[in-house]
């Protein structure tokens, strides 16, 4: 017998919309058995008829409809709630449904900064419950393949990763007044926050979690600003120290050159994983990608696809994250990392299995490091740890 796990949806935008069709989908069209999603509220911070909406529109319309967030994290029929807010208010939001005893899938940036993750890590222990950070890449079977070429030695020694992922805005006209979430300082808006943390995660699941006893990174960085004060263009460059030779990484992001110009793969690999015998490259976008491209230094080139599951063609069902629709009936791939909640609760676990929290910290301490050296710093109640703290 399949278990359900009963899901709460806190926010109703773009990416809740997303996030919580995926989870309707049937996990036997991608052959999971043993767990079943429901979605048995949301809530809208402004009010329960924006709620009930957005409940409508993803075919849950009897599920409860709420219009604050307090009211979601006391409803006992929740089990564990996704919050889909700006990265501003992820740490409000998500310390809320910690508090009230909520088992918690944060999305990226997890909070603004490191202390924040650290107090939300703190609390989830304290509580006794599960806590992750939303980074759906990790989950899907594209990912498990590549840290799988690392750590079966294919490639050799990995001791050089490339990561981009940048898409070209037209920032001016896209974002006039500067209130979007993505260049609002306010709402912890920029680059780095928002896409950086996707070219971090290619580092970092290649170079970090592949090892036994991985080490901090040092950082070195450049930035630059948008008109807003958020950056638009962020260079990171990562020493990785090892006891065989520092590993190197160069994370790029930003909203005005394109990983993939053409929107076709045309330009190149988002991602190259370089080893001592050949690489591992990930075709663009960096946060969904389907596509890669194993090169041996032996001659072998082996390309791989990899389709994304969902009620299939002829469903008359779509999904995607705002005006990037998939093929009909395909899934956005939000359910992977959806999954790997739900077995954790059943299975009593307080942390995924492909990022650990505390490797979730580390990489906030880097994106800290980032803005510490160039001086991108949002307004204190956003960057504080007090709770709860309204804005
Ligand atoms: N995993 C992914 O692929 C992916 C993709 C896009 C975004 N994201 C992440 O998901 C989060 C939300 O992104 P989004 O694109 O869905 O944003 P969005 O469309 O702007 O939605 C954000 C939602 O947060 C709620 N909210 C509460 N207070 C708010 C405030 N002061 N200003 C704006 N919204 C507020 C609103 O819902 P209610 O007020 O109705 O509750 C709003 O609809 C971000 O952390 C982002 O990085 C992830
Ligand atoms: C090249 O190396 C790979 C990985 O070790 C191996 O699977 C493949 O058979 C080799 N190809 C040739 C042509 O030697």
New binding site residues.
């Given amino acids: 017998m399949a278990q359900t796990i009963r899901w709460g949806i ?10 919580a069709k995926d989870l309707l989908v049937d996990p036997r069209t991608r052959r999971v058995t043993s767990i079943k999603h429901s979605v048995v509220a949301a ?5 329960d008829t ?2 009930q909406e ?1 409940l409508t529109k993803i075919g849950a319309s009897s599920a409860n409809a709420y219009g604050t ?1 307090k009211e979601l994290v006391e409803d006992p029929n929740v089990d564990i709630i996704y919050v ?7 740490y409000q ?1 998500a310390m809320l449904c910690l508090e009230a005893g909520k088992h918690v899938l944060c ?3 997890f909070t603004v900064n490191a202390a924040q993750a650290c107090k939300l890590v703190e609390k989830a222990r304290e509580r006794d419950v599960f806590l992750m950070e ?3 890449t990790r989950y899907f079977p594209l990912s498990i393949y590549v840290r799988e070429v690392i750590t079966s030695g294919t490639i050799g020694e990995v001791t050089r990763v490339f990561a981009d992922n940048s898409m070209a805005h037209d920032v001016e006209a896209n974002w006039p007044d500067g209130k ?2 993505m260049v609002n300082p ?2 912890a808006g920029g680059a780095l ?2 896409m950086g ?1 996707y070219s971090l995660t290619w580092v970092f699941q290649t170079l970090y979690s592949t090892q036994s006893s991985p080490k901090p990174p040092r950082v070195v960085s450049s930035m630059r600003k948008y008109k807003t004060g958020v950056d638009e263009l962020t260079t990171i460059l990562l020493t990785f120290p090892r006891s065989t030779g520092d590993a190197h990484a160069v994370a790029t992001c930003g909203f005005r050159t394109a990983s993939d110009p053409d929107g076709q793969g045309t330009g190149g690999p988002a991602v190259r994983v370089q080893g001592t015998k050949g690489e591992i490259q990930v075709f663009p976008p960096a ?2 990608p389907t596509r890669t491209k194993l090169v041996l230094e032996n001659g072998t080139v082996d390309e791989n696809i990899f389709e994304y599951p969902g009620p299939g063609a002829g469903s008359g069902w779509f999904n995607g ?2 005006t990037y629709l998939h093929a009909e009936g395909e899934g ?1 791939g ?1 359910f992977y990392e959806a999954d790997e909640a739900a077995y954790a609760l059943v299975e009593c676990r307080k942390e995924g299995r492909l990022q650990s929290l505390q490797e979730s910290v580390v990489i906030m301490e880097v994106m800290d490091e980032v803005r510490r050296q160039n001086g991108l710093r949002f307004a204190d109640n956003i960057e504080t740890t007090d709770w709860p703290v309204y ?1």
């Fill in positions: 806190l926010a109703t935008g773009l990416i809740a919309e997303a996030f809530a809208s911070s402004t009010s924006r709620a957005f967030y889909a807010t700006p990265h501003s208010h992820h939001n999305e990226k940036a939303a980074v759906w979007h979430r306010d709402l926050l928002d943390i946060f969904r994250f705002s956005h939000m804005f």
